[in-house]
């Protein structure tokens, strides 16, 4: 150990009971040691300057920056830093005033790896992949989803035909979109009410389970109220945007509420955009396994949103295997028997895409479509037939362009977007 940089501790070998953060620290005007002990300071049990009232017992708390390679550290804090089950208190330490010093220019945190201990005082998801596939009925492909669009404006009716036209052309899944929630033109209780009507009048015509994804987000109190009237009304499922709400609203929900939730990431780009600064998608996802969510957003490599395939990937797989090994941006982590999560592929996707999402990211995902399905201008069903007849075609074993020879709608959709590029 360094004195001059007391939490710095390059021979220290991590025990099982610590908490392991790797982070980038971009330094501002120091060294890089100095940057580094700052931060490790700051995160766990030191300040800016020796203070009478510490005691030596005090100090065997300290975290420990162990390794050091570049700009990258990884540091490590002892589990008794941490209250069990409390994801804001952990995001308030390792990712708290950490991120406001003057003595680093950019600080981003990577991905964490849990002691077993502290993460077994997690619920994680009540339901995951294996529970999704037996709610909906489907064994092995990828579920098909959409989101009702336009996301905002529709009245209470429009919006529900909207969702059933979807469901009997063939998504097992319709969701809200992130930003509505109760307006005046579509408020809450109408909407439950007559979307889950239809989600029952679509799975009764077509044979086939259906699920509605209802944005029960609010003030917590009115989020319980909204995910007792999903049950209430037959719903299997909620959605809840996990960023904006926050954490601790998640895990109020988890603990509160039997249906599947669904997980939104909405403003995550505010966090994670900047390759050098806040948090990354991976960290976010950590924690969201955790706290219990069963399905999440993360990507597609392709599409609208940002992201490329490997780090898709690297997210894909820490949500759904039980043992992850160590990448360039990642930790090893043993989720022990936490359940997987099940990830959803969504933003800017169409028919055309599915063959790329299925060869990269598996089948244990939900492609997710909106503007992909209600394209078409013979309406959203023609739409949602086009997207599962894609999923259909790479099961079979058969190419995009040979199945859409004898599959109307899938031929017009491969038609419709073929000059795009992403």
Request: charged share 25%; net charge positive.
């Amino acid at each position: 150990m360094d004195k001059k940089f007391p939490f710095i501790d390059q021979g220290y070998k991590p025990s099982r009971n610590d908490l392991i953060c790797l982070f980038k620290v971009t330094p501002a005007g120091m060294s890089i040691n100095e940057a580094v002990n700052n931060v490790a300071l700051e995160s766990s049990v030191g300040t800016w300057t020796p203070v009478s009232s510490n005691k030596k017992y005090v100090n065997k708390l300290g975290a420990k920056a162990y390794a050091i390679s570049g700009n990258f550290v990884k540091i490590a804090y002892p589990q008794e830093l941490f209250e069990e089950g409390s994801v804001p208190n952990i995001l308030s330490s390792i990712a708290g005033n950490v991120f406001g010093m003057k003595c680093i220019k950019g600080l981003r945190l990577e991905d964490i790896k849990f002691p077993q201990k502290l993460l077994k005082s997690f619920p994680g998801p009540r339901y995951g992949i294996e529970g999704y596939r037996r709610i909906l009925g489907v064994k092995k492909r990828p579920l098909v989803g959409t989101i009702v669009k336009p996301k905002l404006g529709l009245k209470t009716k429009d919006h529900a035909q909207v969702a059933y036209d979807s469901w009997i052309g063939g998504c097992d899944l319709v969701k809200d979109d992130e930003n509505l929630s109760s307006q005046k033109f579509n408020p809450f209780d109408k909407r439950a009410a007559q979307t889950l009507e239809m989600c029952d009048k679509a799975s009764e015509e077509t044979g086939e389970t259906k699920g509605y994804l209802i944005n029960v987000t609010a003030e917590s109190m009115d989020m319980l109220k909204r995910a007792d009237l999903a049950k209430e009304l037959g719903g299997k499922f909620v959605m809840h945007d996990i960023i904006t709400a926050g954490f601790a609203s998640l895990q109020t929900l988890r603990e509160n509420c039997t249906l599947g939730i669904h997980a939104h990431r909405a403003m995550h780009g505010a966090f994670t955009e900047n390759p050098d600064h806040g948090l990354s998608m991976m960290a976010i996802a950590d924690f969201a396994r955790m706290a219990g969510v069963d399905s999440l957003h993360i990507g597609t490599g392709i599409g609208k949103m940002k992201g490329g395939k490997e780090e898709i990937q690297d997210i894909n797989e820490e949500m759904e295997m039980q043992r992850v090994k160590k990448t360039k941006h990642r930790l090893e982590q043993n989720w022990g028997d936490m359940k997987p999560v099940m990830s959803v592929c969504s933003g800017g996707i169409y028919p055309g895409h599915v063959p790329y999402l299925m060869r990269n990211f598996g089948e244990d995902i939900i492609i997710q479509a909106g503007g992909g399905i209600h394209w078409n201008p013979r309406g959203t069903k023609y739409g949602a037939m086009g997207m599962r007849q894609a999923v259909d075609a790479v099961m079979n074993g058969e190419r995009l362009e040979t199945y859409s020879k004898s599959h109307l709608e899938l031929r017009e959709a491969l038609e419709k977007f073929s000059k795009l590029r992403f």
